[in-house]
């Protein structure tokens, strides 16, 4: 049976960690397998610190990242999910707003061949006017975008499989989008109903203005999806299209003044043709620049265009499969 890891970013959660330890421990317990508790506390000043402290002492299942200051969610869903050595990893938020118990049905869903199963919060408990509405808003215009069809990126409660959590790169607020990067990846996701309680301890660390960072991180999202392996695509296209618009501009100048036309100087026409060349040739050059630093990007890290998912008749690992050099 595979063994579980439970990944948890805590941030000043105090009255939350004692029970929170006490339910997941109850809802593994339950499933008789091996897991270990990864918490990642980023720079609690609470007291939750000291208490996971002392819950490492007591249970050698539990593991504490604690960060020197707060380096937010993602940074603390990242270290975590790096950490985790179990087959399975699961995350989950500190705040008892999700539910413990629906862990062995987010593993069995797993388990049925998926490599990832994210939650959604159909009865979800948080103010309607300031969190759910503009999540709701945000979570069909990212759909849209990206193509992915989803109902609710802002779940923690996820399970997925070791090698995708260990493959996700995680920057910004970028934690939300980890089911449409898995996809990106290949991974074969799922979406599960899940349960959801209203927050009893503490408070909740967001407010409405998450909803447009989360907008400018999908367009990093939608540019990584579409066009990070090859920038000269968009930017390219952009550029020749600009620049065609100054040439035409520019042949229709030039035919006003051979038709006769005296004064060329106030000629907005005259204006425009050398502003989108300028732009054409600029943006032809940011997709140079692009090629420039997706190469770099891919070869210096060692990261591969693909990802493979299970190989036959190789003794090396899949790690070792290099990708094909694309000439220059
Ligand atoms: N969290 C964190 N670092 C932060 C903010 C939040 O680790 O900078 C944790 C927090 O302790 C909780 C989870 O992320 O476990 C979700 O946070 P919150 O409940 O505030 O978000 P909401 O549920 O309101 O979307
Ligand atoms: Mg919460």
């Known amino acids: 049976m595979n063994s579980i890891s439970v990944v948890i970013p805590l941030y000043d959660e105090v009255e939350n960690v004692p029970l929170l330890y006490e339910s997941v421990r109850a809802a593994l317990d339950g499933m008789g397998r091996e897991y270990e508790l990864i918490f990642v506390d980023d720079g609690s000043r609470d007291g939750s610190s000291e208490l996971l402290v002392q819950l490492a002492e007591r249970d050698a299942r539990v593991k504490v990242i604690q960060f020197r200051r707060n380096f937010g969610q993602t940074a603390a869903m990242h270290a975590g999910m790096q950490a985790a050595s ?50 709701r808003l945000a979570n069909r215009i990212i759909s849209r975008v990206t193509g992915f069809p989803v109902n609710d990126l802002g779940c923690t409660l996820k ?89 035409a501009s520019g042949a229709a100048t030039l035919w006003m003044k051979l038709g006769g036309a005296v004064d060329m100087t106030g000629n907005p026409l005259l204006l425009l043709s050398a502003f989108a060349t300028m732009l054409g040739v600029q943006f032809l050059v940011l997709g140079l620049l692009g090629e420039v630093s997706a190469r770099i990007y891919y070869e210096c890290q060692d990261k591969k265009p693909y990802a493979v998912r299970k190989l036959w008749n190789f003794t090396e690992p899949t790690a070792q499969i290099s990708a094909p050099r694309r000439a220059a």
């Not at 707003?97 to 408990?125: F, S, T």
């Not at 503490?202 to 920038?231: A, E, N």
């Open 86 to 135: 179990g087959e399975i990893v699961v995350t989950l938020d500190a705040d008892l707003q999700n539910e413990p118990d629906d862990i062995p049905m987010m593993v069995a869903k797993l388990e049925e061949g998926y490599d990832l199963v994210h939650g959604w919060r159909k009865e979800r408990q948080d103010a309607l006017l300031n969190r759910k509405l503009p999540s």
């Open 159 to 247: 399970a997925m499989t070791r090698e995708i959590a260990h493959e996700l790169q995680l920057y910004g607020e970028m934690h939300r989008f980890i089911p449409i990067l898995a996809h990106w990846h290949g991974a074969r996701c799922v979406e599960v109903v899940t349960r959801h309680h209203p927050r009893r301890f503490g408070h909740t660390k967001y407010g409405i203005w998450r909803t447009f960072r989360v907008v400018l991180d999908l367009i990093t999202v939608k540019y990584m999806i579409r066009y990070s392996l090859s920038p000269m695509k968009l930017f390219g296209g952009i550029g020749l299209l600009s620049m065609a618009g100054g040439i």
